[in-house]
């Protein structure tokens, strides 16, 4: 059900119990604070869990993104869309092993592409906490661009950055 996407560098998959170690650790660090962290392992467990079924609810979810040369686990990035979002989004959280190198912009841009050319989506979204720099930068990195704040429930304040519409992709040539 969940297909397999390629990129120059990368592989996007189906997230696999392979990968929950490393979910686990991501979890444990500071690192995870945007997304909902730090947490348990048991509490990951759930986390990684709702990412995998997301795809069951919603018929889309995040991708595992593997480096391809050297089989890497880097993190999960995709389309989500879950309850007390404002509307879908392309989000992303991407390990410090694979930081640095262009790995989330890269999965990030064929993900969105997915979402345009395969789901119909003609447009996302990404919530962003506004302390959370590199997200914003990534996004903006993406062609996103900072449209109004949100006010979520759990998380507090964020930022909504909308993504160029599939057409005006398009035009500038770009995915």
């Known amino acids: 059900m969940i297909p397999t996407l390629e990129t120059e560098r990368l592989i996007l998959r189906a ?12 979890y444990a660090s500071a690192r995870s604070g945007f997304v ?7 509490q990951a467990w759930r986390v990684f869990a709702t990412m995998i079924g997301h795809w069951s609810l919603r018929g889309f979810g995040h991708f595992a993104v593997e480096e391809r040369d050297t089989g890497l ?4 990035v995709g389309p989500w869309f879950p309850e007390g979002w404002p509307e879908p989004e392309i989000g992303w959280s991407i390990h410090a092993r694979a930081e640095g190198r262009g790995i ?8 969105r592409r997915y979402v345009y050319e395969e789901l119909g989506w003609t447009t996302a979204i990404s919530l962003i906490d506004p302390q959370n720099l590199r997200s914003i930068a990534l996004a903006e990195r993406l062609g996103a661009v900072y449209e109004s704040d949100y006010q979520h429930v759990r998380y507090g304040l964020m930022g909504i950055y909308r993504h160029p ?6 035009a500038q040539g770009a995915a």
Do not use: V
């Open 165 to 170: 519409s599939p057409d005006s992709l398009a």
């Open 73 to 76: 686990y880097c993190g999960l």
């Open 15 to 26: 997230p696999s119990q392979s990968d929950f170690d490393a979910e686990a650790e991501f």
């Open 104 to 111: 989330a912009r890269e999965a990030a841009a064929r993900a």
């Open 36 to 42: 909902g962290g730090p947490l348990e392992r048991d």
